[in-house]
């Protein structure tokens, strides 16, 4: 049985070592060990990344789509009929003849494109860069680095029917550019330029104060001899990197995502979409779809109860993106039509995302233990209202979890003082029956049942309890809460890592305590590897945000005041 406990403790310890070891390639580029490739840098041309396709309606095109988009996704997320593809010159005139318009409000500054009305920079001002904090951060992007963002356009299946999509160039109508005092709003607008003819596209974006949700209107007007049915696409478009300052040391989702009333919340893995793997919901009349990294994310949020196509499809090297495809019905000559959606992009604050749509919390990664973790995170919030810092708030939540396990843990600690009691006896036992192994198993199970104690006592309880603290850690992980919190002196951010590396040496101080306060294994070897241990823990730490690792020196502590109170009962205490 004891054997059996520190078979559990080696596979754990050596599980963790791997996991670091590919933490650590992916962090230099390299393969990982569960992947089948490295990700690739987006692919810049002279004048900026190439813009993404249209989504494909599944039969006829209605645009020339610019390199590198060589085909169009079909309706599904299939690969549609080929597009004209203009050349590499024309495409970069097409991108330089776009001029920019940025606006600002209290909380973001917005940068539009005339190519389609385009959003293709979104700065959050109230959250800075976690590689250069003299800097903000930037959400959209559209630079040789980095590709994301928010576009919107018309296509048909009418062959023949041209219709203005996120490549034409449309006229900006605004004029403001600063959301002044007093004003609660501020509009953008594009239409189609005077004189155009055809089909006139008019697109408005309303910005609110203190809101991370920007209203987009769209208004179709036929001014043909002939009626013509537009589909309206919202789609989101992004390279597959993950976005800049993630740890090697651990991981959060990066990547497309979508929700429906039938299969809830989907992710969609990049590789899959390149594949045209990507098992998602195609139709629906309900739900929404996003892109999301770690404490962001961004969402195309459509009112319930019209029928739309959910599409994905990679649209470049290493650029992905996804679509809601909604038909706006049959607009006779001289008749218009209009539609109206919200982009979300901004933090992921629970609540308010809770609020925004059904289902659009989740795109805050609590990895396996949603069903945990999301109480716990309630739970917290409701401290951090009393306190009013998440730093203490995080202490007063180990507080309370290790009082609910309060009873748990003392039968925990209480069979591993008995075994640090008996240890001398099964020490000397080993020693002197050395050559006579199965003598010496007989004999140690003689002591264990004369004893009462239980080899494996000291593990089952604390591994019953593990989800809980798992999900704390995903949930401090995960939390945008915690971004530019402070908790005492000099801890000013608790998702950063320690300036000082203080708390981590706290920790692993508070590790070796606690190896201490546990029995000593029979076996040499399996002796030192239980100082080994915490050791080659705690340097994962070293790196990891301070509200982690406050978490767990705080749990340490706590446990080790209660292992220490059970051991002195028991009079090993130095045994």
């Given at each position: 049985?004891?054997?059996?406990?520190?078979?559990?403790?080696?596979?754990?310890?050596?599980?963790?070592?791997?996991?670091?070891?590919?933490?650590?390639?992916?962090?230099?580029?390299?393969?990982?060990?569960?992947?089948?490739?490295?990700?690739?840098?987006?692919?810049?041309?002279?004048?900026?990344?190439?813009?993404?396709?249209?989504?494909?309606?599944?039969?006829?095109?209605?645009?020339?789509?610019?390199?590198?988009?060589?085909?169009?996704?079909?309706?599904?997320?299939?690969?549609?009929?080929?597009?004209?593809?203009?050349?590499?010159?024309?495409?970069?005139?097409?991108?330089?003849?776009?001029?920019?318009?940025?606006?600002?409000?209290?909380?973001?500054?917005?940068?539009?494109?005339?190519?389609?009305?385009?959003?293709?920079?979104?700065?959050l001002l109230q959250h800075r860069d976690p590689?250069?904090?003299?800097?903000?951060?930037?959400?959209?992007?559209?630079?040789?680095?980095?590709?994301?963002?928010?576009?919107?356009?018309?296509?048909?299946?009418?062959?023949?029917?041209?219709?203005?999509?996120?490549?034409?160039?449309?006229?900006?109508?605004?004029?403001?550019?600063?959301?002044?005092?007093?004003?609660?709003?501020?509009?953008?607008?594009?239409?189609?330029?005077?004189?155009?003819?055809?089909?006139?596209?008019?697109?408005?974006?309303?910005?609110?104060?203190?809101?991370?949700?920007?209203?987009?209107?769209?208004?179709?007007?036929?001014?043909?001899?002939?009626?013509?049915?537009?589909?309206?696409?919202?789609?989101?478009?992004?390279?597959?990197?993950?976005?800049?300052?993630?740890?090697?040391?651990?991981?959060?989702?990066?990547?497309?995502?979508?929700?429906?009333?039938?299969?809830?919340?989907?992710?969609?893995?990049?590789?899959?979409?390149?594949?045209?793997?990507?098992?998602?919901?195609?139709?629906?009349?309900?739900?929404?779809?996003?892109?999301?990294?770690?404490?962001?994310?961004?969402?195309?949020?459509?009112?319930?109860?019209?029928?739309?196509?959910?599409?994905?499809?990679?649209?470049?090297?290493?650029?992905?993106?996804?679509?809601?495809?909604?038909?706006?019905?049959?607009?006779?000559?001289?008749?218009?039509?209009?539609?109206?959606?919200?982009?979300?992009?901004?933090?992921?604050?629970?609540?308010?995302?809770?609020?925004?749509?059904?289902?659009?919390?989740?795109?805050?990664?609590?990895?396996?233990?949603?069903?945990?973790?999301?109480?716990?995170?309630?739970?917290?919030?409701?401290?951090?209202?009393?306190?009013?810092?998440?730093?203490?708030?995080?202490?007063?939540?180990?507080?309370?979890?290790?009082?609910?396990?309060?009873?748990?843990?003392?039968?925990?600690?209480?069979?591993?003082?008995?075994?640090?009691?008996?240890?001398?006896?099964?020490?000397?036992?080993?020693?002197?029956?050395?050559?006579?192994?199965?003598?010496?198993?007989?004999?140690?199970?003689?002591?264990?049942?004369?004893?009462?104690?239980?080899?494996?006592?000291?593990?089952?309880?604390?591994?019953?309890?593990?989800?809980?603290?798992?999900?704390?850690?995903?949930?401090?992980?995960?939390?945008?809460?915690?971004?530019?919190?402070?908790?005492?002196?000099?801890?000013?951010d608790l998702s950063a890592k320690d300036p000082?590396?203080?708390?981590?040496?706290?920790?692993?101080?508070?590790?070796?305590?606690?190896?201490?306060?546990?029995?000593?294994?029979?076996?040499?070897?399996?002796?030192?590897?239980?100082?080994?241990m915490p050791i080659a823990f705690s340097f994962?730490?070293?790196?990891?945000?301070?509200?982690?690792?406050?978490?767990?020196?705080?749990?340490?502590?706590?446990?080790?005041?209660?292992?220490?109170?059970?051991?002195?009962?028991?009079?090993?205490?130095?045994?």
């Amino acid at each position: 049985m004891t054997d059996m406990r520190r078979t559990l403790l080696w596979v754990i310890f050596t599980m963790s070592l791997v996991l670091l070891w590919d933490a650590w390639q992916k962090h230099n580029g390299q393969p990982s060990m569960f992947s089948l490739s490295p990700a690739k840098t987006a692919a810049p041309v002279a004048a900026g990344p190439a813009p993404a396709a249209v989504p494909g309606s599944g039969a006829a095109t209605n645009a020339a789509v610019p390199a590198p988009a060589a085909a169009l996704p079909a309706a599904g997320g299939g690969v549609g009929p080929a597009a004209a593809v203009p050349s590499a010159g024309s495409v970069a005139g097409q991108v330089a003849a776009a001029s920019t318009f940025t606006v600002s409000t209290d909380v973001v500054k917005a940068t539009f494109s005339t190519r389609g009305g385009e959003l293709q920079k979104l700065e959050l001002l109230q959250h800075r860069d976690p590689e250069d904090t003299t800097r903000n951060v930037l959400l959209f992007d559209q630079s040789a680095q980095r590709v994301y963002l928010a576009q919107t356009g018309l296509i048909t299946n009418q062959a023949g029917v041209a219709l203005p999509n996120h490549l034409s160039t449309l006229q900006l109508i605004s004029s403001d550019t600063v959301l002044k005092d007093g004003q609660t709003e501020l509009q953008v607008r594009f239409e189609t330029p005077q004189g155009a003819g055809g089909v006139k596209l008019t697109k408005t974006y309303t910005l609110k104060r203190g809101d991370y949700t920007i209203g987009v209107k769209h208004e179709v007007a036929n001014d043909t001899a002939a009626a013509v049915e537009p589909q309206l696409y919202l789609q989101l478009v992004r390279d597959g990197n993950p976005p800049p300052g993630e740890s090697a040391f651990y991981f959060t989702f990066t990547g497309p995502a979508l929700y429906t009333d039938a299969k809830k919340f989907q992710k969609l893995d990049f590789k899959d979409i390149e594949k045209h793997k990507a098992d998602h919901e195609k139709t629906a009349d309900n739900g929404w779809v996003s892109m999301v990294q770690h404490y962001f994310a961004s969402a195309w949020i459509l009112a319930d109860k019209q029928p739309r196509e959910y599409r994905t499809a990679k649209v470049g090297d290493n650029l992905y993106s996804i679509a809601a495809v909604m038909p706006l019905g049959s607009v006779a000559p001289g008749a218009s039509v209009a539609h109206e959606a919200r982009l979300f992009a901004g933090p992921q604050e629970e609540k308010k995302l809770a609020e925004l749509a059904p289902g659009l919390e989740l795109v805050k990664d609590y990895g396996w233990f949603t069903v945990l973790a999301k109480p716990l995170f309630w739970l917290l919030d409701q401290l951090y209202s009393v306190i009013g810092n998440w730093g203490w708030a995080i202490v007063a939540l180990v507080f309370l979890l290790k009082a609910a396990f309060y009873w748990l843990n003392a039968s925990a600690y209480r069979s591993m003082g008995k075994m640090k009691a008996i240890n001398p006896r099964i020490m000397e036992l080993r020693e002197r029956l050395k050559d006579k192994p199965q003598q010496m198993q007989q004999e140690m199970m003689r002591i264990y049942k004369e004893e009462k104690v239980n080899p494996l006592g000291g593990c089952l309880p604390i591994l019953a309890q593990m989800p809980f603290f798992i999900a704390l850690y995903w949930v401090l992980l995960s939390s945008v809460e915690m971004r530019n919190a402070p908790w005492v002196g000099w801890i000013t951010d608790l998702s950063a890592k320690d300036p000082y590396f203080i708390l981590p040496l706290l920790m692993t101080a508070s590790s070796l305590l606690q190896t201490w306060l546990n029995p000593t294994p029979p076996d040499p070897v399996q002796a030192k590897m239980m100082w080994i241990m915490p050791i080659a823990f705690s340097f994962m730490f070293f790196f990891f945000p301070a509200g982690l690792v406050l978490y767990w020196l705080t749990n340490n502590i706590l446990s080790i005041a209660q292992q220490w109170m059970i051991n002195k009962q028991l009079g090993v205490l130095g045994k």
